[in-house]
């Protein structure tokens, strides 16, 4: 995820992951538990949506890190390389582990929590482009395409 550095807060960041997950009418499981530095110093915390519940195997599952604020992981420079305004404060606030494999509940999740943050980014590192609520938006108003994260929004 890709937010305004001077208006990013790890605990918005979570909440609006709660209420994501709420209106995917997916299963959210948070334990709290957080990564410190060597210094005592609040790092990143992570939390798991499923699409159902945690008891199915065969289950969607995604693992989402929240970083704190002064993470050295948040430190963005790819403005320019994603078409985005170099002027524009912009920090990578969390990360989903694994994208690949379970597109169909990232698609959906994304798209619940641009909802609440349309001025947001979601951006796959190894890709060109970032997706904004409009290009998550178009990717929802057609049949689903399970290679949508492999598609940049702009083609």
Not at 20 to 41: D, R
Not at 101 to 115: A, D, M, R, S
Request: charged fraction near 25%; hydrophobic fraction near 30%; include cysteine.
């Amino acid at each position: 995820m890709l937010t305004q550095k001077d208006k990013y807060s790890p605990e918005q960041l979570l909440a609006d992951t709660i209420v994501a997950a709420f209106h995917l009418q997916s299963a959210l499981y948070f334990y709290n538990n957080k990564t410190y530095t060597n210094e005592g110093e609040f790092l990143y915390t992570t939390l798991n949506i499923n699409r159902k519940s945690f008891s199915d195997d065969n289950e969607a599952s995604l693992i989402f890190h929240i970083h704190s604020i002064s993470s050295p992981s948040n430190e963005f420079y790819y403005h320019e390389d994603l078409g985005l305004d170099p002027i524009e404060p912009l920090c990578q606030v969390g990360h989903i582990e694994d994208i690949y494999g379970n597109q169909e509940l990232k698609l959906h999740f994304i798209y619940e929590y641009l909802k609440l943050k349309p001025y947001d980014y979601f951006w796959i590192a190894d890709n060109d482009w970032v997706y904004s609520l409009d290009d998550i938006q178009k990717f929802k108003s057609v049949p689903y395409d399970p290679d949508w994260c492999h598609r940049n929004p702009r083609d």
